[in-house]
């Protein structure tokens, strides 16, 4: 499976935006860039995922190195609801390997009021 | 909107003895997987389903863990004579597998956390 580096964690005040980097210099073409977080005492949830283009949704948005060899989640404004473990995985998009999550070891993202 | 639920959400023991942990889905989703997660480490993948059978089942699952879902619906993780670095949030996740990996999302449940003394 390619791997994902995350830095360990990351801080940041409230309503400002936070940038979350991803490095996957091995990413194959085949494979996605999903983005699961996890809150305090509860499971991971998806947050956002995408191949090629940048994506917006409602939660963040995830903006792709042209070459695909890095990704940032971008949170345009910062809650204390926020704070979690931010997961960087990639998926194949094609093979019955993507089915499961192979999650690293995340940011973990602090959000100071 | 049920959500997957988890039962027990905590389960202590002493090592040697069985325990069995159940999972139930979101009610319409197909598939249903098994990961563990340990103090400080992201979730690890243990083994899923789609419906009733066991498509794929990790290294880490050794002989003392079996995982079943009878009827496609709810499932459950039984781990035999328990050791204390069985010790770790068991976390169950659900989705629609229609889609494929490209845009599945899987939903997880809240984990059972085990502790073995």
């Known amino acids: 499976d390619a791997k994902t580096t995350q830095p360990n964690s990351m801080e940041s005040n409230e309503e400002e935006p936070v940038h979350l980097p991803c490095n996957h210099s091995?990413?194959?073409?085949?494979?996605?860039i999903h983005w699961y977080r996890q809150l305090p005492s509860q499971g991971p949830e998806y947050v956002i995922h995408?191949?090629?283009s940048n994506v917006n949704n409602r939660m963040a948005s995830l903006a792709i190195a042209e070459d695909r060899k890095s990704s940032t989640l971008i949170l345009h404004r910062a809650t204390l609801r926020d704070a979690a473990v931010y997961y960087c995985?990639?998926?194949?998009?094609?093979?019955?390997?993507?089915?499961?999550?192979?999650f690293g070891g995340g940011t973990r993202v602090l959000v100071k009021p | 909107d049920t959500g997957v639920s988890q039962n027990p959400r905590h389960k202590i023991t002493k090592r040697g003895q069985n325990v069995t942990f159940r999972c139930d889905p979101i009610?319409?989703?197909?598939?249903l997987y098994w990961y563990r997660q340990t103090l400080g480490q992201g979730p690890e993948f243990l083994t899923y389903?789609?419906?009733?059978?066991?498509?794929?089942k990790s290294r880490l699952l050794s002989d003392r863990f079996s995982a079943e879902r009878p009827k496609g619906s709810f499932s459950t993780l039984e781990i035999q004579r328990t050791e204390q670095g069985d010790s770790a949030m068991y976390l169950c996740?659900?989705?629609?597998?229609?889609?494929?990996?490209?845009?599945?999302?899987?939903?997880f449940g809240p984990g059972t956390r085990l502790l073995v003394l």
């Open positions: 996740a659900s989705s629609s597998a229609g889609k494929g990996p490209k845009f599945e999302t899987q939903y």
């Open positions: 389903f789609q419906n009733e059978a066991q498509l794929e």
């Open positions: 995408g191949l090629t």
């Open positions: 009610s319409e989703h197909n598939r």
């Open positions: 091995t990413i194959s073409g085949t494979d996605y």
């Open positions: 995985i990639l998926r194949d998009g094609i093979k019955a390997a993507g089915n499961k999550l192979t």
